[in-house]
């Protein structure tokens, strides 16, 4: 029953980012200063460091190895697709309830324009879904 429910709770994610989602909530523009993978990169906050943001809904495979995971396949593809999109450009962060994850990062939805960056990402296979 938990595998049928995670496959619905999938399904309906895929759902949800491929259609025309607009989400109302705080908003803010920000400068990329670097990408960290492909779904994380370091906006310009005024300190040397930055700040990072983590995309909403959306999981690329990791770029280097950690004490929990290991590196990814297609990992630097997809940080190198998501550095092309985003790097040194003006995005425009809308934030959830929850603004920060457990690690401290900001966590938000991500336009360039028009273009809804975690889709794109979806869409075009450089990360999955996730809950």
Do not use: H, W
Not at 6 to 24: D, E, H, Q, S
Not at 34 to 62: Q, W
Not at 68 to 74: Q, S
């Amino acid at each position: 029953m938990l595998k049928r429910s995670n496959f619905y709770v999938r399904v309906c994610m895929i759902c949800f980012l491929l259609t025309g989602f607009t989400f109302k909530g705080e908003e803010k523009e920000a400068r990329v200063k670097r990408v960290i993978d492909g779904d994380t990169f370091v906006i310009e906050n005024g300190t040397s460091k930055g700040e990072k943001v983590r995309l909403i809904g959306v999981d690329a495979p990791e770029t280097r190895r950690t004490a929990r995971k290991e590196i990814g396949y297609y990992g630097q593809e997809a940080k190198q697709y998501l550095t092309a999109m985003l790097n040194g450009k003006s995005v425009k962060l809308v934030f959830d309830i929850g603004k920060r994850d457990r690690y401290g990062r900001l966590l938000a939805y991500v336009y360039i324009g028009k273009k809804f960056v975690n889709r794109d990402l979806v869409e075009q296979g450089y990360a999955v879904p996730i809950r």
